[in-house]
């Protein structure tokens, strides 16, 4: 049985709703506002969450194309109902899945979400007046404030952590990284970064179940990618690792405004770098005895959260 997709029905009901109250195009949707801006989208089963994602940018730009690394649920159907074009790449890491993706785009100017995040009207509105005025070409990269959105919460809250990430640029002046683990946009040293004052709502941890097996698997792919290039973690941090992650979490964070709920959060910080450090001093002993440690491959782990 599939798992009960009603709420992701309701966000694609209200989408083609608005579509069919502008001026449509061949492809279904509203003309008003359409601006020569590229998004995509990497996924795989995120048939709960890639609704609102593209609900929150298919009706203004140009075009939204979602990149599935062989998705097992409804995240293909409920994808192509929304109006996006949806191609599939088998998994090779992150880095080389976005770069995948911003080969697919027809336009210069690229937009770049992941499955787990929103687009805040906010952040839509300052985007579409940059395409309606020359501000736009002042920088060829533009930041984007993505702020963490709790189980509990419709939206970020004021006080939320966020983390600022290259979104939206240019794809012939700068790429993301083809790394395994870290999805990065590198811009060229001299290139001049604007700063987007809306953010991304960046619903990661839809339950603390869904954490947990996103711990185990990023934490596995970390210690790869960090093997694989000759970094080494000393295993004295074992000592401190949690309690000085659960101090960062709780106070540099800010995760104490949150109440109760701040040392939950606070906790499964500290436990998702503890995880790290463990997997990486295991997978040395392991080593040394002759007895290599084993892991699931990355592509058979991915799920992007």
């Given at each position: 049985?599939?798992?009960?997709?009603?709420?992701?029905?309701?966000?694609?009901?209200?989408?083609?709703?608005?579509?069919?109250?502008?001026?449509?195009?061949?492809?279904?949707?509203?003309?008003?506002?359409?601006?020569?801006?590229?998004?995509?989208?990497?996924?795989?089963?995120?048939?709960?969450?890639?609704?609102?994602?593209?609900?929150?940018?298919?009706?203004?730009?140009?075009?939204?194309?979602?990149?599935?690394?062989?998705?097992?649920?409804?995240?293909?159907?409920?994808?192509?109902?929304?109006?996006?074009?949806?191609?599939?790449?088998?998994?090779?890491?992150?880095?080389?899945?976005?770069?995948?993706?911003?080969?697919?785009?027809r336009h210069d100017?690229?937009?770049?979400?992941?499955?787990?995040?929103?687009?805040?009207?906010?952040?839509?509105?300052?985007?579409?007046?940059?395409?309606?005025?020359?501000?736009?070409?002042?920088?060829?990269?533009?930041?984007?404030?993505?702020?963490?959105?709790?189980?509990?919460?419709?939206?970020?809250?004021?006080?939320?952590?966020?983390?600022?990430?290259?979104?939206?640029?240019?794809?012939?002046?700068?790429?993301?990284?083809?790394?395994?683990?870290?999805?990065?946009?590198?811009?060229?040293?001299?290139?001049?970064?604007?700063?987007?004052?809306?953010?991304?709502?960046?619903?990661?941890?839809?339950?603390?179940?869904?954490?947990?097996?996103?711990?185990?698997?990023?934490?596995?792919?970390?210690?790869?990618?960090?093997?694989?290039?000759?970094?080494?973690?000393?295993?004295?941090?074992?000592?401190?690792?949690?309690?000085?992650?659960?101090?960062?979490?709780?106070l540099v964070r800010?995760?104490?405004?949150?109440?109760?709920?701040?040392?939950?959060?606070?906790?499964?910080?500290?436990?998702?770098?503890?995880?790290?450090?463990?997997?990486?001093?295991?997978?040395?002993?392991?080593?040394?005895?002759?007895?290599?440690?084993?892991?699931?491959?990355?592509?058979?782990?991915?799920?992007?959260?």
């Amino acid at each position: 049985m599939r798992p009960d997709i009603s709420s992701q029905s309701k966000i694609i009901s209200i989408a083609e709703k608005r579509a069919q109250q502008g001026a449509a195009t061949t492809d279904g949707r509203a003309d008003e506002k359409r601006i020569p801006l590229s998004v995509f989208i990497i996924a795989k089963n995120e048939e709960e969450r890639i609704g609102r994602t593209i609900a929150s940018c298919i009706q203004w730009a140009d075009e939204v194309i979602v990149i599935d690394s062989g998705s097992t649920d409804q995240t293909v159907t409920v994808a192509q109902r929304m109006g996006a074009r949806v191609l599939h790449n088998d998994w090779n890491g992150y880095g080389l899945q976005k770069r995948f993706g911003e080969d697919q785009c027809r336009h210069d100017w690229i937009l770049n979400i992941d499955a787990d995040e929103v687009v805040t009207p906010a952040l839509r509105d300052e985007i579409l007046g940059l395409f309606q005025t020359s501000v736009l070409a002042n920088y060829d990269f533009w930041e984007v404030d993505i702020r963490d959105v709790w189980p509990h919460e419709e939206t970020a809250a004021r006080h939320a952590f966020s983390h600022k990430q290259i979104r939206l640029y240019r794809k012939s002046i700068g790429r993301f990284s083809a790394s395994s683990v870290h999805d990065t946009v590198r811009p060229p040293s001299t290139a001049k970064i604007g700063m987007l004052k809306g953010h991304m709502d960046h619903r990661s941890i839809p339950s603390i179940t869904f954490h947990y097996d996103k711990m185990n698997r990023y934490s596995t792919m970390q210690v790869q990618e960090m093997r694989g290039r000759g970094r080494r973690l000393p295993r004295y941090r074992l000592l401190f690792e949690f309690p000085l992650a659960f101090l960062k979490g709780y106070l540099v964070r800010g995760y104490c405004r949150y109440g109760w709920w701040g040392l939950i959060a606070s906790t499964n910080y500290a436990v998702s770098r503890y995880l790290r450090l463990a997997k990486f001093v295991e997978a040395e002993l392991m080593e040394q005895s002759g007895r290599p440690a084993k892991h699931p491959s990355p592509s058979a782990q991915h799920k992007k959260a």
